[in-house]
């Protein structure tokens, strides 16, 4: 699925509708678009890189709801990348086959001084795992997105790859 941080409205309601009750759903997206308004207006803005499989950019969440959904969502992300330079999406095409990041979503936060640094496992049902301090699992899943971000199209190819998505949706 498309990572919390970078979800419309539209789309993160489409899509969290399918696993809990409406109203849960209705909480849950108004939490993820709060945190994502509170990550815009930090300055500075922390950098942020996004790994996405192909599947996800082209899966039509939300038409059953409206056709435009998925369209609106990949032009939201193209938006999010060109307008913010700490911003990158780079996407891993099908042609790779499998890879970790088929696992489910994960972000590696990296924070300076003694917080050190954070896993943050979510999924579309709002429940999460969060691992701290110098858990092995860290050390793990930073080098596995740095293998992704090796694998994936560089962020320019992958824009390209999604403007031929949004173009092909129609």
């Known amino acids: ?10 789309y993160a309601k489409a899509l969290t509708r399918q696993y809990v009750s409406e109203e849960r ?3 849950l997206v108004t ?4 945190r994502q308004e509170k990550l815009l207006e930090r300055d500075p803005s922390p ?12 899966r039509r969440v939300g038409r059953s709801i409206d056709p435009k959904i998925m369209p609106n969502q990949l032009k939201h992300l193209l938006e999010l990348q060109s307008s913010r330079p700490y911003l990158t999406v780079q996407v891993i095409p099908f042609e790779v086959g499998a890879h970790f990041g088929m696992t489910g979503n994960f972000a590696v936060l990296e924070f300076e001084g003694a917080l050190g640094s954070v896993l943050y496992l979510e999924n579309s049902r709002g429940g999460a ?8 699992e860290i050390v793990n899943y930073n080098s596995a997105f740095e293998t992704l971000r090796e694998t994936a ?3 320019e190819a992958s824009r390209e790859l999604i403007e031929r998505v949004i173009a092909e949706m129609g």
């Open 25 to 27: 759903a209705d909480m």
């Open 129 to 136: 795992l969060t691992v701290t301090g110098r858990d092995p």
């Open 153 to 155: 199209l560089t962020p």
């Open 47 to 58: 950098e942020q890189a996004f790994v996405l499989d192909e599947g996800v950019i082209r």
């Open 31 to 34: 939490v993820r678009m709060l």
């Open 1 to 10: 699925m498309m990572p919390a941080l970078l979800q419309t409205e539209d």
